[in-house]
């Protein structure tokens, strides 16, 4: 998401007042003066949003300028996992933040941008899914991601998905560092799964003859 050049002046100037008045309120002679510090920091207060929005952009237009410059390369190892029917990419967000503690605005710039980034690698409406980074979300972020086109999000809680759950909040698995038959085995755990082997398989077709 880009500025006009002279919006990124304004904010470029408004961003060195901010230094300039973060610097005056912690003048001893500044400090002694009641009105003035008074003034200050409300005009302090006042440009602390703005400029942290300015720069939270800012950071998100360097990631994607290097995530365009990424996708000039044509990886395609990534675009042809993106293709296999068996694997998604999904989405995380940008810069991991906390999502629900972040303006509307902001929020929608982390989720835009992650996704264009993705798509300009795998290809376009390949990325569906999102993934809420630390699990923190809000009814806002999942109206946001309704309106980007995602289909579904998962949050942190660690369960198996159940018919009606809301597909903007759904649980997932945790998986384990582990071989073939303990990944196997903690799978079936859950309530629900059962794994067939190949030897369960063989077994069931030998019994139907």
Not at 48 to 70: C, G, R, Y
Not at 174 to 192: C, E, I, V, Y
Request: hydrophobic share 35%; glycine share 4%; charged share 25%.
């Amino acid at each position: 998401m880009s500025l006009s050049k002279s919006m990124t002046a304004k904010l470029s100037a408004l961003t060195d007042r901010h230094e300039e008045v973060s610097a005056l309120l912690a003048d001893p002679d500044v400090m002694s003066e009641r009105e003035q510090f008074t003034a200050l920091s409300k005009e302090f207060a006042e440009l602390s949003p703005v400029i942290t929005s300015f720069k939270h952009l800012e950071d998100l237009n360097t990631e994607l300028a290097e995530a365009q410059t990424l996708a000039k390369d044509d990886d395609p190892e990534i675009r042809e996992l993106a293709e296999s029917p068996n694997i998604e990419i999904g989405s995380h967000s940008m810069t991991h933040p906390m999502l629900a503690r972040l303006a509307p605005a902001e929020q929608r710039q982390e989720i835009e941008t992650s996704r264009r980034c993705l798509e300009a690698i795998a290809g376009p409406r390949s990325v569906l899914g999102f993934s809420y980074p630390n699990g923190s979300f809000s009814e806002q972020t999942c109206q946001l991601l309704a309106e980007q086109g995602f289909e579904y999000a998962c949050t942190s809680q660690q369960d198996v998905v159940r018919k009606g759950l809301d597909l903007y909040k759904l649980p997932r698995l945790w998986a384990p560092n582990a071989d073939h038959r303990r990944f196997r085995t903690w799978l079936s755990s859950w309530r629900g799964i059962r794994i067939e082997t190949s030897s369960s398989r063989n077994s069931k077709h030998e019994s139907a003859r």
